[in-house]
């Protein structure tokens, strides 16, 4: 398999009364059209966005739908999460129909399970998080473990920040930019850093930073990290130029890869990589600076266990700092595509 993907903001329906659970279907029906789904599973989608919608409003009294478009094996996918912060629930006594607090049949999330392809989430008292993911059908089996949580500020149209993800059978590579600033000119700081990568996926991460230098001279400048993870060697190779953190997870603790200061097609001396052995099956996460840097995963009993996109968009809930745009990215680090 060989895939890249460079990645767009993800879109985010409020839900604080019945008529938005009617906008949060109509725009994840029009996100799976656009996304080449028939009729069929762009209805799948809708009723999933449907059932998440209403169970947001019933248990929580409000929160929010986030739709993505997601890269999957051979093809993409649909991506729903619904983001609150009302009280948790056991996902488990949730599940089976028949089970509500909310005094009726109580299918929402049964029905979900029922017809998504992938189903997780997290939930504490200080909220939940549930993930659906739909894929055509015949792609049951095409999931990446990844997640991303792409948010422009709340004044902007577009984003200063950008991801791209490149996966094949010997590497994993990811870049992140973040556009000095904000608005137009920080988002065409990182479009040009996202076009020059896409020309030269799975470059060596050093070699590949001076190309980026070079692309994203003449215009504002920004933040960049590179990881590329050597799937046969089970090593990373990691450069950073600004401000990106990024770090690798276990259950047990994290370790945090280091950037340079500077600013990437303005001010930037040459990158120095870091390499770490064997870090199979860690957690490797990576986000702007629109996200506050003191979190850890540990308070957060079980969550380094779950899907990374329930991860990325718990961070983005409780951590975002609201004043710039944020981009929070986890992969898990698996041997074989």
């Not at 993505?68 to 619904?82: C, F, K, S």
């Not at 109580?106 to 017809?115: F, H, I, T």
């Not at 020309?199 to 590329?228: I, N, Q, W």
């Amino acid at each position: 398999m060989d895939l890249t993907f460079d990645g767009g903001l993800t879109d985010v329906v409020p839900v604080e009364e019945t008529s938005q659970i009617g906008q949060a279907r109509r725009v994840a029906q029009q996100i799976a059209t656009q996304a080449g789904f028939d009729a069929t599973d762009a209805g799948r989608v809708a009723l999933i966005a449907t059932e998440l919608a209403t169970n947001v409003l019933k248990h929580a009294r409000g929160g929010e739908i986030h739709v993505a478009t997601v890269p999957g094996i051979d093809t993409r996918g649909v991506e729903i999460i619904a983001v609150d912060r009302g009280p948790g629930f056991n996902l488990a006594d949730c599940l089976p129909d028949g089970f509500s607090t909310g005094g009726t049949r109580g299918e929402g999330l049964g029905a979900v399970k029922r017809q998504a392809d992938i189903m997780d989430m997290y939930a504490d008292a200080r909220g939940s998080v549930v993930l659906a993911r739909m894929y055509p059908k015949g792609f049951t089996r095409a999931d990446i473990r990844f997640g991303a949580s792409h948010h422009a500020l709340h004044s902007e149209p577009v984003s200063g920040d950008g991801w791209g993800m490149a996966l094949n059978a010997d590497a994993a590579e990811i870049v992140m930019v973040d556009g000095l600033g904000h608005g137009v000119a920080a988002h065409e700081a990182a479009r040009a850093c996202i076009d020059a990568w896409r020309a030269t996926p799975f470059e060596e991460p050093v070699s590949l930073m001076v190309l980026l230098d070079t692309a994203m001279h003449g215009g504002r400048g920004g933040a960049v990290a590179v990881a590329r993870f050597d799937r046969r060697s089970e090593s990373l190779r990691y450069t950073g130029i600004g401000n990106i953190s990024a770090g690798l997870h276990t259950l047990d603790g994290s370790r945090g890869l280091a950037s340079h200061p500077g600013i990437v097609g303005v001010q930037a001396r040459r990158a120095q990589a870091f390499d770490f052995p064997d870090v199979g099956g860690r957690l490797l996460i990576m986000h702007s600076d629109g996200l506050q840097s003191r979190w850890s995963l540990k308070d957060y009993p079980g969550l380094g266990t779950r899907h990374p996109a329930v991860i990325a968009a718990l961070l983005h809930r409780d951590f975002c700092r609201g004043r710039d745009d944020a981009t929070v990215f986890a992969i898990r680090l698996e041997a074989t595509a």
